[in-house]
């Protein structure tokens, strides 16, 4: 799997990492000003130890869910079925009261394919978190009413993200994610401006450290979702804050199995 280590040389101030996105998506070149760098470790497959796993201990967590919409075709079906059943999944496994999609996206690996324009996303094969704190803030003023923001942000709230297999079991590519006890915020991540042609976000690098724990479920099945914490406001060292995650490539996947196929929700979760 690829974890980011920052350059020594940029263009840009060293304290302002950035990636350009979707300039040229038929390259599949992003301008970076940090390196990738490859590094061999060892991910666990947690299959049989499920419950170790949660969202407030490690940042993610299995759960066994159905869902009622399984066509994955249209965005239409897919926010007027999709969402709502994922937010009472949600809020069944937090005991949040509010739950708020804001987009999602449907990866579908094509070997040989470098175009990743937005109707062609691939599996991300880079460790990495959605948020930093400033654009989970921003989130919260971008999809929220403007007379509810002030309230909301007084209270605890996460952006959490549910990945789910679509068709069939995601063998091909699993995700591995990072158990937030391993992770030093302080030295092992930083914030990467996403810059792309008519907006900007943030997200959070990761840089390799040996003492990080990483996970994976073998085998997820469509009946199966991970939920993904990627921001909580409680920050104060009882929960888990976020969950570094990335795809990668398992040297024990089976010949023969279809590339994967999945869908990944991005909700603001709110509670009181």
Same mark, same amino acid.
């Given at each position: 799997m690829t974890i980011v280590l920052p350059c020594q040389v &940029? #263009?840009?101030?060293?304290?302002?990492?950035?990636?350009? =996105?979707?300039? #040229? +998506?038929k390259t599949g070149e992003r301008e970076r000003n940090y390196s990738l760098e490859q590094k061999e470790i060892v991910i666990e497959n947690l299959r049989g130890k499920e419950g170790s796993a949660t969202l407030d201990a490690a940042g993610f967590q299995l759960v066994h869910r159905p869902a009622k919409h399984v066509a994955f075709l249209e965005d239409a079906g897919i926010q007027e079925e999709y969402y709502p059943e994922s937010a009472e999944l949600i809020k069944s496994a937090t005991g949040a009261s509010k739950v708020v999609f804001f987009d999602h996206t449907i990866r579908r690996r094509r070997p040989g394919e470098i175009d990743d324009s937005p109707s062609k996303r691939q599996p991300v094969a880079q460790a990495h978190v959605d948020q930093t704190a400033w654009s989970a803030v921003g989130r919260v003023h971008r999809h929220l009413p403007p007379e509810e923001v002030p309230y909301l942000l007084q209270r605890r709230?996460? =952006? =959490?993200?549910?990945?789910? +297999? =679509? &068709?069939h079991p995601a063998l091909d590519w699993p995700l591995a994610l990072c158990d937030y006890g391993s992770v030093d915020p302080r030295t092992d991540t930083f914030p990467v401006a996403l810059v792309y042609p008519d907006t900007e976000g943030e997200t959070l690098g990761v840089k390799y450290n040996p003492n990080q724990r990483w996970k994976y479920f073998r085998g997820v099945t469509p009946e199966e979702a991970i939920l993904i914490k990627c921001f909580d406001t409680i920050q104060d060292g009882s929960v888990a804050t976020f969950a570094p995650h990335t795809g990668f490539e398992d040297p024990t996947t089976p010949e023969g199995v279809p590339p994967r196929e999945s869908i990944e929700l991005r909700a603001l979760v709110f509670y009181g």
């Open positions: &940029s #263009d840009y101030p060293l304290e302002q990492f950035l990636c350009k =996105i979707n300039e #040229d +998506p709230f996460q =952006i =959490i993200n549910l990945w789910r +297999p =679509i &068709s």
